[in-house]
């Protein structure tokens, strides 16, 4: 089985955000880069699966070459090679094009994502990358089990999930419970460095979305401390004061 | 020109979050100087879909096809992709559920659009171009993000924006798609519900417990809590991952993102991956036994104090003012 895994790399989840000065990026002085934790997940689904089965991991980011840390670490925690497409992310179409572009060529069996990437929260790449291969996704997979070139998968709607049956080759986007993120151990962390990692170029792509400004949400007046003998006053500022009962 | 909508429904009947788009839609189409466009696929009856109407849309696009039973995205998408042709729509809005969100990319793609995910306001019209407010970095910041191309596609985050009445005439037709068979490969085999209760990214009111409420056999005083209030249920992730809680439940960063009118925190200590995914609320009450908790920050309402003797206490409050405003 030949599975490719899509990366995103993105600032530390603690990470403190601060802007450049037009207000339109984000200031990446000091901030710490990482595997979109989805990603990780998805990562650790496809080595279980073809561990189990027979098969290879490749790992694919589309980014310029300082984001090739994150794609070692990719490497350290088990895929067998990695793939960058050389050139930075403008809006998850120009991604999915340029992953689409490249995955043709390639005939895998499973292409994982994320469920989103945890800086812009889009969630778009994934079904956009299936659109343009014309192949059938299933987005929020919290279960992925694969038997006989069918796949089945568990995914999650409001109040509930809806197992899912769909035959390879497929797209599906992971989320939490497909699988529990490995950490990389010393043997992978010292074989990440020999893997080969190939830089394809970008392929011609309109830009339809543009950031215009980023702002911070306004903080919150200071918090309104209730004594816990009356809760009958907290009840009164919710009805009164907030109107949300 | 017109703007289209996707009206999801919910075995047959329209969710709160499908009334807010299509008021969400009709704002859109007003601003065009245009009409508010419904598709509608499945079983839905004539009086149900005429409900459409009440919040602008003057005209609904029915598709009641054997094949379109349950939901299949890369069939779905298509059937929305042409309806947006059929209707001649430059704008095509969807609620940002877990459906809207799967659908959208795919009809943004072969509508050759750009798309805007989780809008929470209106869009600024700038001649041809449109600039969309949306959350950014896990609730962190905002981003206004402005679209370019010809075709345009948004998805609304449930609860962002407020019903609005607008009685207009609906004309409801039938809407006859192209199917292809290989749009059904991934097929739905079951669907099974964690519960009839309220669904917590709709919710008005959110009551989630954390840690602080020690196990799972504690949850009885916040369901209690929440059936009064009408709220959905959630908790902070180590409840889930302890499986004290289901998934579903897990709210945050790596849960669901919630942006209920009340969030009421009850023993949770307010880390900033659990913030990520409520901060957007418009009203937080925090019950901490710790004064120094993260949360009270992030707070509007606070009490110090525990919470097996507060909850009980806010229990019966909450009783003698349902009784008392009856
Ligand atoms: C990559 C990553 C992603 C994450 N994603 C999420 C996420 O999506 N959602 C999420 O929730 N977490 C997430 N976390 C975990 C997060 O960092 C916190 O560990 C978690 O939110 C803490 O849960 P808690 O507040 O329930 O527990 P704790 O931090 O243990 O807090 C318990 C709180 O209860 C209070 N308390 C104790 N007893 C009582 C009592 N009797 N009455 C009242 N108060 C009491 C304590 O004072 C304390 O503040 C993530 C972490 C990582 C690293
Ligand atoms: N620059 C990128 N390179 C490769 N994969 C990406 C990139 N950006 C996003 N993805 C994938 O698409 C998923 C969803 O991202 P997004 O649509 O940006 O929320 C992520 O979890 C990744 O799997």
Known sequence: ?245 | MSVLFYAENNGGKFKKSTFELASYAAAVAAQHQTDAVAISIGDVSESELSRLGQYGAGRVLQVNNEQLKSFVNQAYASVIAQAASHTNATVVVLSASFTGKALAPRIAAKLNAGYVDGAIDLPVFNGASITVRKGAFSGKAFADVTLSSANKVISLIPNSYKLEEKPTTVSIESFQPEVRPGDFRAMVKEIVKASDKVSLPEAEIVVSGGRGLKGPENWGMVEELADLLGAATACSKPVSDAHWRPHSEHVGQTGIAVSPNLYIAIGISGAIQHLAGVSSSKTIVVINKDPEAPFFKAADYGIVGDAFDVIPQLISAIREFKSAHA
């Open chain 1, 1 to 245: 089985m030949k599975v490719l895994v899509c990366i995103s790399n993105v600032p530390d989840t603690t990470t403190k955000i601060t802007f450049n000065d037009d207000n339109k990026s984000l200031n990446i002085n000091g901030v710490q880069f990482i595997i979109n934790p989805y990603d990780e997940i998805a990562l650790t689904r496809a080595l279980e699966l073809t561990e189990a089965q027979g098969g290879t991991v490749t790992v694919l980011h589309v980014g310029d070459s300082s984001t090739e840390p994150t794609l070692r670490k990719a490497l350290a925690i088990g895929a067998h090679d990695a793939v960058r497409i050389d050139a930075l992310p403008r809006d998850a179409f120009f991604v999915a094009m340029q992953i689409s572009a490249y995955a043709k060529e390639q005939n895998y069996d499973l292409i994982l994502t994320g469920r989103e990437s945890i800086d812009y929260n889009g969630a778009q790449v994934s079904s956009m990358l299936a659109e343009l291969l014309d192949l059938p996704s299933v987005n929020i997979v919290k279960s992925l089990q694969i038997e006989g070139g069918q796949a089945s998968l568990e995914r999650e709607i409001e109040g509930g999930k809806e197992v899912i049956s769909c035959p390879l080759p497929l797209v599906a986007s992971a989320t939490e419970g497909m699988a529990e993120p490995r950490i990389p151990n010393m043997r992978g962390i010292m074989s990440a460095r020999t893997k080969p990692l190939t830089v394809v170029p970008a392929v011609e792509v309109p830009v339809y979305q543009h950031i215009e400004r980023l702002e911070k949400p306004a903080p919150r007046s200071s918090v309104k401390l209730v004594d816990a003998t009356e809760t009958v006053k907290l009840v009164g500022l919710l009805h009164q004061e907030a109107k949300v009962i």
